[in-house]
C-alpha cells in the first residue's frame, strides 16, 4: 500500500509540475514580452497554487477529481484564463467546471465584481429583489439610455412573496451611476441556459440570493465588456452559458467564460494520472 501510494504522490507532483509550473512559466514569457500585463498586486503563483487546491478537490456527486476528469491541455487553458482575468479560485471568483473531459474556467459574480471595479471604474453595487406588491417604477434618461430608479418602497409582508424582478445600481468613480434591470421573466431565462434549468436547490430555496446575483453579474457585465482593451486579454463569450446552474454547490452564476484562450504546447495528454485520496479534507 506504501509503495502505491507513493506511486500516487508522485505522480500527483510530475502533473503539477507538468501543468502548473509550464502556465506559470508561459505566463512569465507573455509578461516579459509585452503581451500580457498583469495587475501590480496580483500573485499569479498564488492563484495557481490556489487553483492546483481546487483541482485534487473530488467534486460533489463524481468519484475523480478533476485533474483525472479533464485533458490537461484544457487545464492548462483554464489556468491561463483565470491567470490572465487576474482572478483567484481562494476567492471564489472563479469556478472549475468539467463539461465532459474539457475544464472550463468559469466567472463567478464576486469575479464579474472585482473586474468591474478593476477595469470598468465600479465604485460600488448594489441589488434588490421586487416583490409582488412592491411599489416600484423606473426612468430612462432620454440622453444617456441610462436606467434610474424612480421609487421603490416595499414592506415585510412582501419580502418572501413572489418575486417579480430585481435590479443593480451601480456607482462609478466619477460619481455617476446608473440601473440594470430585469424581469423575473429574463432571469428565468437566463437560468433555463444551465443544466439545471433554475431548479436547483438553490434556486428553490434561495431565490431571492440568486436573481440579486444574476442582476448583478448582468450588470458588471456591461461595465467589462465596455472597457478599453487593457483591461481583458482574454475573448469573453459569456452570453451563451448561463453559470449559476452549472454547478450550483460551487454557486456558480451565470455567464460563463468559454473558449480556448491560448494553446500551451508540450502538454501531454496521454499520460493517466493516480491521484492519492486524501483521508481528510484540507482546510484550505
Not at 10 to 20: D, G, N
Not at 213 to 218: A, Q
Amino acid at each position: 500500500m506504501t509503495n502505491v501510494n507513493e506511486k500516487n504522490v508522485a505522480k500527483t507532483v510530475s502533473f503539477k509540475e507538468e501543468t502548473i509550473n509550464h502556465v506559470l512559466t508561459k505566463i512569465n514569457d507573455l509578461i516579459g514580452s509585452g503581451q500580457l500585463v498583469l495587475q501590480p498586486n496580483y500573485s499569479a503563483a498564488n492563484a495557481l497554487q490556489s487553483a492546483w487546491f481546487k483541482l485534487i478537490e473530488i467534486p460533489k456527486g463524481k468519484d475523480k477529481p478533476l485533474i483525472e476528469l479533464c485533458t490537461k491541455s484544457s487545464i492548462a487553458n483554464a489556468l491561463f484564463k483565470m491567470v490572465a482575468d487576474g482572478l483567484n479560485p481562494g476567492k471564489n471568483q472563479v469556478y472549475f467546471i468539467p463539461y465532459g473531459t474539457k475544464l472550463e474556467c468559469q466567472r463567478s459574480y464576486q469575479g464579474s465584481i472585482a473586474l468591474a471595479k478593476r477595469h470598468g471604474k465600479l465604485e460600488k453595487i448594489a441589488a434588490n429583489v421586487i416583490y409582488e406588491g412592491d411599489d416600484f417604477s423606473f426612468d430612462i434618461d432620454i440622453e444617456s439610455g441610462c436606467k434610474k430608479i424612480k421609487k421603490h418602497s416595499s414592506s415585510i409582508t412582501n419580502i418572501g412573496g413572489k418575486i417579480i424582478g430585481a435590479y443593480a445600481v451601480c456607482v462609478l468613480e466619477d460619481g455617476t451611476s446608473f440601473a440594470e434591470i430585469m424581469s423575473i421573466g429574463q432571469i428565468q431565462k437566463a437560468w433555463e441556459q444551465g443544466v439545471m434549468k433554475g431548479g436547483s436547490p438553490a434556486h428553490k430555496n434561495f431565490d431571492d440570493q440568486m436573481v440579486k446575483k444574476t442582476v448583478i453579474n448582468r450588470a458588471c457585465k456591461t461595465l467589462i465588456n465596455s472597457s478599453d482593451d487593457t483591461a481583458l486579454y482574454t475573448t469573453d463569450e459569456s452570453d451563451n452559458v448561463d453559470y449559476i446552474t452549472n454547478s450550483v454547490q460551487a454557486q456558480i452564476e451565470e455567464d460563463a467564460n468559454k473558449g480556448d484562450i491560448i494553446n500551451i504546447d508540450n502538454i501531454d495528454n496521454s499520460v493517466e494520472v493516480e491521484v492519492i485520496k486524501l483521508e481528510e479534507e484540507p482546510n484550505y
